[in-house]
C-alpha cells in the first residue's frame, strides 16, 4: 500500500475517520490501521472506539467497570476487552 501523502496529511484523515466511526465498516477500519501502522502513528485511545477482534465500531456495547478495570463487550462478536481504568 503505497502512499504520496505526508504524516501530517495522514493524522488529518484518521481523525477525521474516527469522527464518524459509527458509519463505518470492519473493512475500512482495517485499512485506516493498516495506513497508521505504514507511517508509525499511534492510534492512542481512538483504538478504543472498534472491537480488537473482529475490528467492528463499537455502536452500544455493553459496559462494565469493576476493580479498576473497564470490560467492553462487542455486540457483535461477544469478545470482552478490558482496560485498567487511570484513577
Known amino acids: 500500500m503505497k502512499s504520496n501523502l505526508s504524516k501530517k ?3 488529518i484523515k ?3 475517520f474516527f469522527k464518524d466511526i459509527k458509519n ?3 473493512k475500512e477500519v482495517k485499512k ?3 495506513l497508521a501502522m505504514s507511517k508509525n502513528i499511534s492510534l492512542g485511545g481512538l483504538r478504543k472506539k472498534f472491537c480488537k477482534k473482529c475490528l467492528t465500531p463499537y455502536k452500544s456495547p455493553k459496559i462494565r467497570i469493576k476493580n479498576k478495570i473497564k470490560s467492553v463487550v462487542c455486540e457483535e462478536c461477544d469478545y470482552v476487552a ?3 481504568l487511570k484513577l
Open 32 to 34: 485506516i490501521k493498516k
Open 82 to 84: 478490558r482496560w485498567k
Open 14 to 16: 484518521i481523525l477525521e
Open 9 to 11: 496529511e495522514i493524522q
Open 24 to 26: 463505518q465498516t470492519p
